[in-house]
């Protein structure tokens, strides 16, 4: 009886070890970025990203993008949006790619929380042979300052 339950023990032990090592190889795989997928980067932060469907071609696997600084965040609080129309924050990135880099900024107007990468608006450039659009940035002021290293971007880079 007591081997029993010890063998029992033992098997959920296992099963629970083996559910765990599962979930932390799925978490792993999420926190990979991909082309055409949007993602969140923070401030002075540098992440690689790879083509949704890895055919191992060398030429969109060198591809990194750096959220080098805030250049300024003059977006309203969005308790006095209806005061200040045209409010907007500017970030400077740095995209790398096979050795070319290209500095840009990218704007993004206040007083909503987040945008979608369309041809009709103007806070995407086009360079490298990508389309890189600033979908959000975070935090969103309340009126106090923010630190610049506090801020995290949300980003879709797409092959064009």
Same mark, same amino acid.
């Given at each position: 009886?007591?081997?029993?339950? @010890?063998?029992?023990?033992?098997?959920?032990?296992?099963?629970?070890?083996? %559910?765990?090592?599962? #979930?932390?190889?799925?978490?792993?795989?999420?926190?990979?970025?991909?082309?055409?997928?949007?993602?969140? @980067?923070? /401030?002075?932060? %540098?992440?690689?990203?790879?083509?949704?469907? #890895?055919?191992?071609?060398?030429?969109?696997?060198?591809?990194?993008?750096?959220?080098?600084?805030?250049?300024?965040?003059?977006?309203?609080?969005?308790?006095?949006?209806?005061?200040?129309?045209?409010?907007? /924050?500017?970030?400077?990135?740095?995209?790398?790619?096979?050795?070319?880099?290209?500095?840009?900024?990218?704007?993004?107007?206040?007083?909503?929380?987040?945008?979608?990468?369309?041809?009709?608006?103007?806070?995407?450039?086009?360079?490298?042979?990508?389309?890189?659009?600033?979908?959000?940035?975070?935090?969103?002021?309340?009126?106090?300052?923010?630190?610049?290293?506090?801020?995290?971007?949300?980003?879709?880079?797409?092959?064009?």
């Amino acid at each position: 009886m007591k081997t029993k339950a @010890i063998l029992l023990s033992a098997t959920i032990l296992f099963l629970l070890l083996a %559910v765990i090592g599962c #979930s932390k190889e799925e978490s792993t795989l999420t926190s990979t970025n991909h082309l055409g997928v949007p993602f969140f @980067i923070n /401030a002075q932060e %540098v992440k690689s990203l790879i083509p949704f469907n #890895s055919n191992n071609n060398s030429s969109d696997s060198s591809l990194s993008v750096s959220f080098k600084e805030v250049i300024h965040d003059w977006r309203c609080p969005k308790s006095s949006c209806y005061l200040c129309y045209g409010s907007d /924050a500017t970030i400077q990135i740095i995209l790398t790619h096979q050795n070319k880099q290209s500095s840009i900024n990218l704007t993004i107007m206040g007083c909503r929380d987040e945008y979608e990468c369309n041809d009709n608006l103007y806070y995407r450039k086009d360079t490298l042979g990508y389309r890189i659009c600033l979908l959000r940035l975070d935090p969103y002021p309340t009126g106090t300052p923010i630190n610049s290293p506090k801020y995290t971007g949300k980003l879709n880079i797409s092959k064009l």
